[in-house]
């Protein structure tokens, strides 16, 4: 009996210290009240965002300075939830890593008996003590291993993938901020001078010289115009509010903040470059995580041929018998699945399945990128074309209209000439603008279609990977 009592204290024993090396759930609960506050907190001025921002060798413009489109891109990398929950995503599969390392556990039981009804017994106490321990075969740890491997690739490209459409979308709404307050601007000033038009045809039809006609014509145009700085006024808006969710803030935050447009009226001539197009048919985000998912199917069908070959069990045991004065028996048993009723071939073939899925999906993606940098190169080099013209038509009406202001001073032409100029040179200036914001979002098009590190710096893409928040949780 003091036998068995020891036994088991010393199983308690064990049963406590390996309990006290587990972990502890930690709750953390999400409150969307606190979300919220924290949400609207968000602003550009942040300490932490700021030392991010230094951190990365981009310094935040000073007080009255504007935000590049580089700064607002760490900005988006600092506060967009998107990256959030891609990184998350990240930490996930590389959590895989660990599961997939891992050995099966041993196993151990403790099962004592009483019999009292053999006669002349040293002890009426049986205490058999066995375990199991399994031993895996054919290499499928290093097959686990390298499938969780390779999905934490493909989602580390997921995570790039996610970097460069956040900075798409960001990139979109400051040009389309731009592009509001630029037409804005421009019809406001065709609006000025459509009055003045309007103004010199009332005259004139007041003294008889034109007819109502006319008259009516001009008021038409002045109210179409009026109707267009509207909706341009509304764009803005709009647009602002854009802006704001590509940072992952709240529009008021934007509040007294100035924009650099500077990016927004280069046109880079060097992503034209055909090694660009073929590094990218290679490195593209897309690309890169399709690969990596073609290499994690074939680890998983390396897996399932590996579990054709059952694991082999080791079940040693001991057992403590006190019938025949105190004797001790030792065993050691050994098991495995016999693989006569199959040999895995279900599994298998929905891996070579799976495998041949990943490398058509491959294909696809390889082929829609190569659609996409196509189309966005003939885009790109249409628009700047057009941006040529669009420069060309409006110099010529620049001078037209420095004509006709200089004939209209000496008496040559009357003053509604040098309106109806005015109103040619305002509306050529749009058709600039137009062809300007075209040839801006082809270029971004094309951008995107690339994910060049011309464009978007690899630092930024570092930046991105982990957690800015990390030091304040």
């Known amino acids: 009996m003091r036998a068995l009592t020891s036994r088991l204290r010393y199983s308690w024993v064990l049963a406590i210290g390996l309990a006290s090396g587990c972990a502890h759930f930690v709750p953390r609960p999400l409150s969307p009240q606190h979300s919220i506050a924290a949400f609207r907190a968000r602003a550009l001025g942040d300490p932490g965002l700021r030392e991010f921002l230094a951190d990365n060798r981009v310094p935040a413009p ?11 891109t760490l900005v988006a990398v600092y506060y967009q939830p998107l990256l959030a929950e891609a990184r998350a995503q990240l930490l996930a599969a590389q959590a895989g890593q660990i599961t997939a390392g891992e050995r099966p556990n041993p196993s151990g039981s403790v099962a004592p008996g009483y019999d009292n009804g053999v006669p002349n017994s040293h002890s009426p106490w049986v205490v058999p003590i066995a375990f199991d321990w399994t031993i895996e075969t054919a290499g499928r740890r290093g097959d686990r291993i390298a499938l969780a491997l390779h999905h934490a690739a493909a989602a580390r490209w997921d995570l790039v993938g996610t970097v460069w459409e956040v900075r798409s979308r960001l990139r979109t709404a400051l040009l389309n901020l731009y592009a509001a307050h630029r ?4 019809l406001a000033r065709k609006e000025s001078a459509l009055w003045g038009v309007v103004a010199q045809l009332e005259g004139q039809f007041s003294a008889g010289s034109v007819s109502s006609f006319e008259v009516t014509q001009a008021r038409v145009a002045l109210d179409n115009t009026i109707l267009a700085r509207q909706a341009a006024d509304g764009r803005i808006r709009q647009a602002r509010i854009q802006l704001a969710g590509a940072l992952g803030i709240a529009p008021r935050a934007l509040t007294g903040v100035k924009l650099s447009s500077a990016d927004l009226k280069v046109f880079p001539r060097q992503l034209t470059r055909p090694q660009l197009r073929r590094q990218a048919l290679l490195d593209r985000a897309d690309v890169r995580a399709a690969l990596e998912q073609y290499a994690a199917s074939q680890s998983a069908l390396q897996l399932e ?6 694991d082999i069990d080791l079940g040693p045991g001991y057992i403590w018998n006190g019938q025949f004065a105190g004797d001790s028996e030792w065993q050691l048993g050994l098991s495995l ?10 599994p298998i073939a929905e891996a070579k399945a799976q495998r041949k899925l990943a490398a058509a999906h491959f294909l696809t993606v390889q082929t829609t990128a190569i659609g996409q940098i196509d189309g966005a190169l003939a885009a790109y080099r249409t628009a700047q074309a057009q941006m040529t013209t669009a420069d060309s038509l409006l110099g010529n009406l620049q001078q037209r209209l420095s004509a006709v202001r200089s004939q209209v001073e000496v008496g040559e032409l009357q003053p509604l000439d040098l309106a109806d100029a005015e109103v040619a040179f305002d509306t050529g200036a749009q058709n600039q603008l137009k062809t300007q914001i075209e040839a801006q979002q082809a270029l971004g098009r094309l951008e995107d279609a690339l994910q060049s590190p011309l464009t978007l710096a690899p630092s930024t893409l570092r930046a991105a990977q982990s957690d800015p928040h990390r030091a304040t949780k």
């Open 62 to 72: 000073a007080p009255g300075g504007r935000w590049s489109l580089k700064a607002l």
């Open 183 to 186: 037409s804005e601007s421009l």
């Open 337 to 346: 699945k016999l693989p006569v009723l199959n040999r895995n071939q279900g």
């Open 305 to 310: 041929i590996a579990r054709q070959w059952p």
